[in-house]
């Protein structure tokens, strides 16, 4: 689950705009791209790798581990399908405003091939000073760094900033996991929190929520079990009760997914809750003191 050095990434879309500028960025930081796929552009080599009219014709080629995808909404499921097929361990899926009937057949898609979904409507992974995978400026040194804080975000804008506030404040990250926005994703935060207490690179963790949905409190159920620290944010304090707030799985309904839920629940498990994202690497110090 944690992007290494090593892992062959193959990039679904490395032609467009998006997908070039960010493929670029990656192979500067030291990810491992050896492919792309583009049906119309079959034969051809962009950014110094061939690009296949398929991810099952790109796995002939060479075996990849990841996929990434740069893929429109309505092209999304076949895009996923097809790099599942190929045998990929793992599919970063960027896009967003995918139909919902199309990210449960890419779900199923997935359980039927052994494939990990992250996303949809992930920013991506970044593993600090060793390669990355998505839209994350992992490349900016002032925002990520390499260090022992494993940060969590279903935002990619505010995991961008809590990883500012911690690298301001002297610490580093080890991994950061966009797990993504929308309601359907393939990886929970409570998934990557235990992926999380598992690596011995990680010493402790930071959970950027929202409100809507249960991923918090899910995540807050494995929290109470770990003895590394895990502080959290949670945004949308302020949002109007019943109304949908930027992404698709950021919506309030039945009492359920507030912000006060969320809240109670990682206070309950242990978590310490800071009101405003720069309260967190004092709110993490103080944790990383106490078990010291």
């Known amino acids: 689950m944690i992007l290494r050095k090593e892992h062959k990434i193959l990039v679904q879309g490395i032609t467009g705009k998006q997908g070039t500028f960010w493929t670029k960025a990656m192979q500067d930081y030291g990810a491992n791209v050896v492919g792309g796929v583009n049906p119309k552009k079959a034969g ?19 075996p990849f581990d990841v996929a990434l995808m740069f893929i429109p909404p309505m092209a999304a499921k076949a895009a996923a399908i097809d790099a ?10 960027l896009t967003e405003h995918i139909p919902a009937h199309d990210v449960m057949e890419m779900h199923a898609a997935a359980r039927a091939s052994g494939t990990r979904i992250v996303g949809p409507n992930t920013a991506g ?57 929308d309601p359907m994703i393939g990886t929970t935060s409570r998934e990557a929190l235990e992926m999380l207490d598992a690596d011995a690179k990680t010493e402790s963790v930071v ?86």
């Open 84 to 93: 599942c097929e190929a045998g990929a361990k793992l599919l970063v899926c």
């Open 125 to 181: 992974l970044v593993t600090p000073g060793e390669t990355f995978a998505g839209i994350m400026p992992a490349f900016n040194s002032n925002v990520f760094r390499p260090g022992s804080v494993g940060v969590i975000s279903r935002s990619g804008s505010l995991g961008t900033l809590v990883s500012l506030n911690l690298t301001q404040n002297g610490m580093g990250q080890s991994v950061f996991y966009g797990v993504g926005g």
């Open 207 to 292: 959970l950027c929520g929202e409100i809507g949905g249960s991923a918090e409190e899910d995540a807050a159920d494995y929290a109470r079990t770990m003895s590394k620290p895990v502080v959290a944010f949670i945004a949308g304090r302020a949002s109007p009760p019943g109304k949908k707030m930027g992404h698709a799985g950021a919506i309030v309904s039945g009492g359920q997914g507030d912000y006060a839920a969320k809240r109670r629940a990682l206070e309950a498990a242990g978590v310490a809750v800071a009101d405003v994202p720069s309260q967190l690497p004092e709110l993490l110090s103080e944790r990383l003191k106490a078990v010291a």
């Open 44 to 62: 051809t080599e962009h950014l110094g790798v061939p690009v296949h009219a398929s991810a099952l014709d790109a796995a002939k080629a060479e």
